[in-house]
């Protein structure tokens, strides 16, 4: 798979309940971050958790990194309409001067109100 | 709240015209980036800018592109000769202090090149 594959590709879950969107890399980073984009909008930053970190929270928002997995998820707790979009995470490298963020396919989700 | 804006925000243009997309990144901010979106695909980056040179590029950042910072606030990414392939949202960003920070974005330029 290629740095930065989220899974799944599109959720569909009702309003009130929990979306979970996982992310898994190749390479070794210094950073994870996740991003949300509405459709045909910009990019909104919503969480950077670091190499060294396991968990981070962020109001609604659940980040956890498992570095020995490669691998990242994004919970979304008691979800609202205003949280459909997608969401994608974008890796850094480890490699100093490394100056580039490598975005995932990212997760399309869809809140049913 | 500060925020980086991008100019103009869809650009429709010939096939084989240069065009230019401007950006301003957020005032204190040292590094800057341009990234690419072709539609319903995920976002790639072109190039990194940082003390007034290109700091990393991709593959895609050929020699039809250039980026310039030409005076204290504006960011741009030029085009020399559009092609088809080139439609797509480009974003730019800014950070503080390269990635170990987050990476704000702006609201992207639309290009479509007919």
């Known amino acids: 798979s290629q740095q930065g594959e989220e899974d799944p590709q599109a959720l569909s879950i009702q309003e009130g309940e929990n979306a979970t969107m996982n992310c898994s890399y190749k390479?070794?980073?210094?950073?994870l971050q996740w991003y949300r984009q509405n459709s045909g909008r910009g990019l909104v930053h919503l969480i950077l958790i670091r190499s060294n970190e396991r968990e981070k929270h962020s109001g609604r928002l659940r980040v956890t990194l498992d570095t020995s997995k490669k691998s990242s998820s994004l919970l979304i707790t008691a979800s609202r309409a205003a949280d459909t979009a997608s969401y994608f995470c974008?890796?850094?490298?480890?490699?100093?001067?490394?100056?580039?963020?490598?975005f995932g396919t990212g997760t399309r989700l869809t809140i049913i109100p | 709240e500060p925020e980086v804006t991008q100019t103009p925000s869809h650009q429709v243009t010939q096939m084989g015209q240069e065009v230019i997309l401007r950006c301003v990144p957020i005032?204190?901010?040292?590094?800057f980036y341009w990234y690419r979106q072709i539609l319903g695909q995920k976002v790639e980056f072109l190039v990194s800018?940082?003390?007034?040179?290109?700091?990393?590029k991709s593959e895609i950042f050929d020699d039809q592109f250039s980026v310039e910072r030409p005076d204290g606030s504006n960011f741009t990414l030029k085009i020399r000769s559009t092609k088809l392939e080139d439609s797509a949202m480009y974003f730019c960003?800014?950070?503080?202090?390269?990635?170990?920070?987050?990476?704000?974005f702006g609201q992207g330029t639309r290009l479509t090149v007919v």
């Open positions: 005032s204190n901010h040292l590094y």
């Open positions: 960003a800014s950070t503080p202090q390269g990635l170990n920070t987050e990476a704000f």
């Open positions: 974008a890796t850094d490298g480890s490699n100093f001067g490394n100056e580039k963020l490598t």
């Open positions: 800018f940082y003390n007034n040179e290109i700091s990393e």
């Open positions: 390479t070794s980073i210094n950073n």
